[in-house]
């Protein structure tokens, strides 16, 4: 069975700096083709697609937000950390973790809400 | 840079009938890398389709997938209570992965 948690702070002051944990178990983040990958949602809008990283250590960014964002793994602790800068009131959001084959996101963390406020 | 546009923004139909949703690249997905998902309130994300037309395992016959190239779409056959939600569709043929704005399933 795969499974999937976001872990981190649910609330950052503007300017600071997001961490967020996925940790996950049921695969291996080295087995050939397998990505985990993070998507935020902000509250009553869309999904958006941030950011993945592979098996390999191949990392792909969102454009839009690649000035702000890192994407790491740890194979041995079976976690995958993203790193979010100088936070802003527009990141509020609820931020999951997935797992997948060549970027598809076939199995879903619970998601986390991050607010962002002074 | 693949933009999806999704249509209708709002389904409106009842249990029983056909629901089509629409869902268009700017640009050709590569290798029809085109996945659809569903979304409930309060939950994540479920995939329902990937490869434009393969079914997640446990999904039910009645969502189906097809398209290719630019023009995609998720079919479900008859609709039961627990399909009304909000779908979305993603390309991850080239990245970024974008999704679409989402598709609106409501009780009419």
């Known amino acids: 069975q795969i499974t999937l948690k976001e872990s981190g702070p649910t609330l950052v002051k503007p300017t600071q700096t997001l961490t967020l944990t996925c940790t996950f178990s049921?695969?291996?983040?080295?087995?050939?083709?397998?990505?985990v990958g993070w998507i935020r949602q902000p509250p009553g809008k869309a999904l958006e697609w941030l950011a993945l990283?592979?098996?390999?250590?191949?990392?792909r960014y969102s454009p839009s937000l690649k000035s702000r964002l890192a994407i790491a793994k740890d194979t041995s602790k079976n976690q995958v950390v993203l790193t979010l800068i100088n936070m802003d009131p527009v990141d509020t959001a609820t931020y999951y973790c997935?797992?997948?084959?060549?970027?598809?996101?076939?199995?879903w963390g619970q998601g986390t809400l991050v607010t962002v406020s002074s | 840079e693949v933009v999806l546009t999704q249509s209708p923004g709002t389904l409106s139909l009842s249990p029983g009938e056909r629901a089509t949703l629409s869902c268009r690249a700017s640009?050709?997905?590569?290798?029809?890398?085109l996945a659809w998902y569903q979304q409930k309130p309060g939950q994540a994300p479920r995939l329902l389709v990937s490869?434009?037309?393969s079914r997640a395992t446990g999904i039910p016959g009645r969502f189906s997938g097809s398209g290719s190239g630019t023009d995609f779409t998720l079919t479900i056959s008859r609709l039961e209570p627990e399909d009304f939600a909000v779908y979305y569709c993603?390309?991850?043929?080239?990245?970024?992965?974008?999704f679409g704005q989402g598709t609106k399933l409501e009780i009419k």
């Open positions: 990283i592979y098996w390999d250590g191949d990392k």
């Open positions: 993603q390309q991850y043929g080239s990245p970024p992965y974008a």
């Open positions: 997935a797992h997948g084959d060549r970027g598809v996101a076939a199995n």
């Open positions: 490869g434009a037309s």
């Open positions: 049921g695969f291996s983040l080295t087995t050939s083709g397998v990505g």
């Open positions: 640009q050709s997905v590569n290798s029809n890398f």
